[in-house]
Nanobody, 116 residues
């Protein structure tokens, strides 16, 4: 089962950028489509970006054109480049497999706060 550690969050002003990283352990990582999720207080966890094994990507409408997901299978790492950040992007960000049946245990996530 894949284990996940997210990093790279922080406090940034509106319009700023952050790059999140997700380190995955376990040899199964490269077989799965992976996604970045986020959850803000009082809201359900939502999938914001996904990347397939072959590199195809998909994004939630709310982040399309601003966020870019990528993966380095040799390093067992998934990245999320976030540009033009908005206050509504404030949330805890998590990564995990897209398919529920192969998801690992959720990590602690990384807090992203967009505020002036």
């Amino acid at each position: 089962q894949v284990q996940l550690v997210e990093s790279g969050g922080g406090l940034v002003q509106p319009g700023g950028s952050l790059r999140l990283s997700c380190a995955a352990s376990g040899s199964e990582f490269s077989r799965y489509s992976m996604g970045w999720y986020r959850q803000s207080p009082g809201k359900r966890r939502e999938l914001v970006a996904a990347i397939g094994v072959g590199g195809t990507t998909d994004y939630a409408d709310s982040v399309k054109g601003r966020f870019t997901i990528s993966r380095d299978s040799a390093k067992n790492t998934v990245y999320l480049q976030m540009n033009s950040l908005k206050p509504e992007d404030t949330a805890v960000y998590y990564c995990n497999a897209v398919t529920p049946s192969v998801r690992g245990e959720w990590g602690l996530g990384t807090q992203v706060t967009v505020s002036s």
